[in-house]
């Protein structure tokens, strides 16, 4: 699976994720799982855990 996400950040790139966890019906840790061992640079998985998610959101209120 971290391979799928490593896919999707050469496709669509990085600034183009954001995680999701999928609770309240999953348990966390294995989606934080895959993007603790993917095979990214630091600041790229900083950006899809939550950078490119308050960038949206602040874009968003904006309006």
Known sequence: MANEIGQ?????????????SGMPLKYPDPA???I???DAPQQ????ILGANAAR???TNAKG
């Open 32 to 34: 934080l799982l895959k």
């Open 8 to 20: 999707l950040i050469h496709n669509l790139g990085p600034d183009r994720l954001v995680f999701g």
């Open 36 to 38: 603790e061992v993917l």
């Open 44 to 47: 790229v998985k900083q950006q």
């Open 56 to 58: 949206l959101i602040k």
